[in-house]
Nanobody, 123 residues
Framework: EVQLVESGGGLVQPGGSLTLSCKASGFTFSNYAMSWVRQAPGKGIEWVSDINNYGTSINYLDSVKGRFTISRDNAKNTLYLQMNNLKPEDTAVYYC????????????????WGQGTQVTVSS
């Protein structure tokens, strides 16, 4: 079965950094595009970033450009999100998600996601 397990969240002050990891299993990781999405308290799901299967095509939500970096290590079946200069509005549960294609065709059309990891940015 497809499994996506996020880790690395926590409490951080504004301006701080965190690195999230997503360990994938149950499918050939290198064959699929992946993304990070998030859900802020009381809000809906928001797409944050995606990456194609080879890591050669990347997209970001405008509000995180220049601050977040998505990457993947196919040998380790792991997706990463490096988050720098965190802001209170970044507070959310962050999920990694799998697309059913090698490339992202529609950013919201992922077919699996994990249990999430909480990121809280607060003074």
């Amino acid at each position: 079965e497809v499994q996506l397990v996020e880790s690395g969240g926590g409490l951080v002050q504004p301006g701080g950094s965190l690195t999230l990891s997503c360990k994938a299993s149950g499918f050939t990781f290198s064959n699929y595009a992946m993304s990070w999405v998030r859900q802020a308290p009381g809000k809906g799901i928001e797409w944050v970033s995606d990456i194609n299967n080879y890591g050669t095509s990347i997209n970001y939500l405008d509000s995180v450009k220049g601050r977040f970096t998505i990457s993947r290590d196919n040998a380790k079946n792991t997706l990463y999100l490096q988050m720098n200069n965190l802001k209170p509005e970044d507070t959310a549960v962050y999920y990694c998600a799998k697309y059913p294609w090698e490339y992202v065709k529609y950013k919201n059309d992922y077919d699996y996601w994990g249990q999430g990891t909480q990121v809280t940015v607060s003074s």
